[in-house]
């Protein structure tokens, strides 16, 4: 059995059945794309590993795939509670981001104003998580996988939900910084994102991570995600224990989040440019009706920008540098 073949083979649903290792690892897929690891005994962590929450974001639901075979085989040992999820199936069979409409930015019931295949998804995947998170008192992590439409200047990085009265804790953001993260991005303002779910509503630790540039299945070369891999592979296998300093890793804090107010909005970065480039003090980064954002210091970066999307939706981030 492959979880991405047999889910991608059922879009829609799939019949619950599970299966026990000889090594007393039980598998149970809960429904299509929600497969739930139990070790024998009980460890730390109760980890979601998800991906594919944009459908064509390919190399995310292959280390996904990777990761349940190294299970099923007994390769991968497991000592912590699992959730694997991949988000969107019926959009990853047709290698689009979404079917109607972005799943992630759904979630925290903002589904309940919409009818689409893609709200209906999100209200499934909160409630298996809501039962994973709950069953047990084991500290709580999210690792929501995906890759960016075009390229960046930091090829791999993470945004940090924003976490209201929480603090930034350094030893999470290290154990991203040893799976060959570059920037963490601090968010400051709640967001429909799987990860802010997670995060606010379980008090997880938990992160939307961006690890390259979108490609088709099979194009995506393994080789990049190694060190990622490495990191999910300890983590499961209950060696990670979230010890390490920080080191180089470069972090940002957004400093605007630009929603379109109409149709007259336009994003003054080339179509080319990629992530992260960095502008000077004053530049027209957005304007729209009634609006216009300039940088307000050296080093402000872009991230994100996306045009074709509703009115009242993120099309841009501009972020900073900043210290934790
Ligand atoms: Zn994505």
Same mark, same amino acid.
């Given at each position: 059995?492959?979880?991405?073949?047999?889910?991608?083979?059922?879009?829609?649903?799939?019949?619950?059945?599970?299966?026990?290792?000889?090594?007393?690892?039980?598998?149970?897929?809960?429904?299509?794309?929600?497969?739930?690891?139990?070790?024998?005994?009980?460890?730390?962590?109760?980890?979601?590993?998800?991906?594919?929450?944009?459908?064509?974001?390919?190399?995310?639901?292959?280390?996904?795939?990777?990761?349940?075979?190294?299970?099923?085989?007994?390769?991968?040992?497991?000592?912590?509670?699992?959730?694997?999820?991949?988000?969107?199936?019926?959009?990853?069979?047709?290698?689009?981001?979404?079917?109607?409409?972005?799943?992630?930015? &759904?979630? #925290?019931?903002?589904?309940? *104003?919409?009818?689409?295949?893609?709200?209906? +998804?999100?209200?499934?995947?909160?409630? %298996? !998580?809501?039962?994973?998170?709950?069953?047990?008192?084991?500290?709580?992590?999210?690792?929501?996988?995906?890759?960016?439409?075009?390229?960046?200047?930091?090829?791999?990085?993470?945004?940090?939900?924003?976490?209201?009265?929480?603090?930034?804790?350094?030893?999470?953001?290290?154990?991203?910084?040893?799976?060959?993260?570059?920037?963490?991005?601090?968010?400051?303002?709640?967001?429909?994102?799987?990860?802010?779910?997670?995060?606010?509503?379980?008090?997880?630790?938990?992160?939307?991570?961006?690890?390259?540039?979108?490609?088709?299945?099979?194009?995506?070369?393994?080789?990049?995600?190694?060190?990622?891999?490495?990191?999910?592979?300890?983590?499961?296998?209950?060696?990670?224990?979230?010890?390490?300093? &920080?080191? #180089?890793?470069?972090?940002? *804090?957004?400093?605007?989040?630009?929603?379109? +107010?109409?149709?007259?909005?336009?994003? %003054? !970065?080339?179509?080319?440019?990629?992530?992260?480039?960095?502008?000077?003090?004053?530049?027209?980064?957005?304007?729209?009706?009634?609006?216009?954002?300039?940088?307000?210091?050296?080093?402000?970066?872009?991230?994100?920008?996306?045009?074709?999307?509703?009115?009242?939706?993120?099309?841009?981030?501009?972020?900073?540098?900043?210290?934790?």
């Amino acid at each position: 059995m492959s979880f991405l073949k047999t889910t991608l083979a059922n879009p829609i649903s799939a019949e619950p059945h599970s299966l026990m290792l000889e090594n007393g690892v039980n598998l149970e897929l809960l429904e299509t794309g929600v497969l739930r690891v139990s070790p024998a005994r009980q460890g730390d962590y109760r980890i979601v590993i998800s991906c594919g929450i944009h459908g064509n974001e390919t190399a995310p639901i292959e280390m996904v795939e990777k990761i349940f075979s190294e299970i099923k085989s007994g390769k991968l040992t497991v000592t912590n509670e699992l959730l694997l999820i991949i988000g969107n199936p019926p959009a990853a069979n047709q290698a689009v981001r979404f079917i109607d409409e972005n799943l992630n930015r &759904l979630f #925290s019931g903002k589904h309940q *104003s919409s009818s689409t295949k893609e709200a209906r +998804r999100a209200k499934l995947i909160e409630d %298996h !998580v809501a039962e994973f998170y709950q069953q047990g008192e084991e500290s709580r992590l999210h690792y929501d996988l995906h890759t960016a439409i075009r390229g960046s200047e930091l090829e791999k990085f993470a945004v940090y939900p924003y976490l209201h009265n929480r603090d930034w804790p350094k030893t999470q953001i290290a154990f991203l910084e040893r799976c060959g993260l570059e920037a963490i991005l601090l968010s400051t303002k709640p967001a429909g994102t799987f990860s802010y779910f997670t995060s606010t509503q379980f008090g997880a630790d938990s992160f939307t991570i961006e690890l390259g540039k979108v490609r088709k299945f099979g194009d995506n070369d393994m080789r990049n995600f190694a060190d990622a891999m490495q990191g999910l592979r300890e983590l499961i296998s209950g060696q990670e224990d979230f010890s390490s300093e &920080l080191k #180089s890793i470069q972090v940002f *804090s957004v400093v605007e989040e630009v929603i379109k +107010r109409s149709e007259a909005l336009k994003l %003054h !970065v080339a179509d080319d440019a990629k992530n992260f480039t960095a502008f000077p003090k004053g530049s027209l980064l957005a304007s729209d009706e009634g609006y216009e954002y300039r940088t307000q210091q050296d080093g402000e970066r872009f991230v994100f920008p996306i045009t074709n999307i509703p009115i009242g939706q993120r099309a841009m981030l501009v972020v900073a540098p900043t210290i934790l």
